[in-house]
């Protein structure tokens, strides 16, 4: 076989397991994502939720913020929330406001703390009192962090905290449902394409 057509059958390979390694890791998304029973009958009036993040150690990785709310119950001004990380496999880099928060004027204010391997993340979200506007329903923000180069594959939790108008959630008050909030590390990258040039 020429050195040609062995670079041909090695793309091509490699375009195989890609498609395959990528159908594999929508369908384990797909499995995540499938709504529980619970989730199906969930009548929160608010709800906070993240996207899915995936990294690699020694790479950035954002985090999509979410927040939901029912169009028959009153519009909110703020939106707190905590996050909790290990400082050792995750840094915090900057946050970042979503087209629907620049979109109403959301401010966005991000203050670290926490000591030693706890790091905590105080996230406020807060709609100007000058402001006509609603309080965005979708998502609101990106927070990027960079896996640590020593980090291990795995799920690491944030175990996120919330506030709604300063009310804790759950609160007897509303109802209100908080999502966890996971950065995967993963170590085995995806081949997902193949590019060569011939003569």
Known sequence: MST??????????????????????TQAHAQESRPTETEKQDE????????RAVGMPGQAVALSVFFTRRSDVPNIRK??????????????D????????????????????????????DLTFTLPESSSREFPNGQIAYVHFTVSSE???????????AWIEE??????????????????????PILVGCFFFTH
């Open 167 to 188: 009310k804790p959630i759950p609160s007897p008050e509303f109802r209100a449902r908080l999502e966890d909030a996971k950065i995967i590390v993963t170590t085995s």
């Open 4 to 25: 040609r057509n062995r670079k041909v059958v090695a793309c091509l390979l490699a375009l195989v397991f890609g498609a395959w390694g990528a159908w594999l890791g």
């Open 94 to 121: 900057k946050l970042e406001a979503a087209y629907l928060a620049r979109r109403a004027g959301l401010e966005l204010r991000a203050v670290q703390g926490g000591s030693g391997n706890n790091g905590t993340l």
């Open 151 to 161: 980090a291990k594959g795995g799920a690491i939790s944030l175990h996120p905290e």
């Open 79 to 92: 939106l707190r929330l905590r996050l909790s990380f290990p400082t050792a496999a995750l840094s915090y």
């Open 44 to 51: 929160s009036d608010y709800a906070v939720t993240f996207g």
